[in-house]
């Protein structure tokens, strides 16, 4: 949803769209919601709350059913989280400040 809402407010100002910027611009939201969800796995498994005791959805409790190294996971979403950093810092090098705010 934010990618398509910065599509249209981009297509009203100006009247172009950059096919490249709305793909840099997914990408972000992809890789912000990766990191987020697997930092939220690895801090579930820490801290105990994805335990075979307290959790039957193995869908739901990645770390504790699937035999995932916790800090493979943690590395991933620090990872995760830079490329949109960097990716992010393309978008205000092309397009100005405004998308930092």
């Known amino acids: 949803m ?5 599509m249209c407010l981009t ?3 100006d009247g172009t769209l950059s096919s490249l910027m709305v793909v840099v611009l997914l990408c972000i ?9 697997a930092f939220n796995d690895y801090q579930d498994f820490v801290k105990g709350a994805d335990s075979r005791e307290n959790q039957d959805d193995p869908t739901d409790a990645v770390l504790v059913y699937n035999n995932v190294e916790p800090y493979g996971v943690r590395n991933l979403a620090v990872i995760f989280a830079v490329l949109a ?11 100005g400040w405004i998308p930092l705010v």
């Open 85 to 95: 950093f960097l990716l992010g810092i393309y978008v205000i090098v092309k397009a």
């Open 11 to 13: 297509a009203a100002d």
């Open 29 to 37: 939201s992809i890789l912000m919601q990766s990191a987020v969800n």
């Open 2 to 6: 934010p990618v398509f809402i910065a």
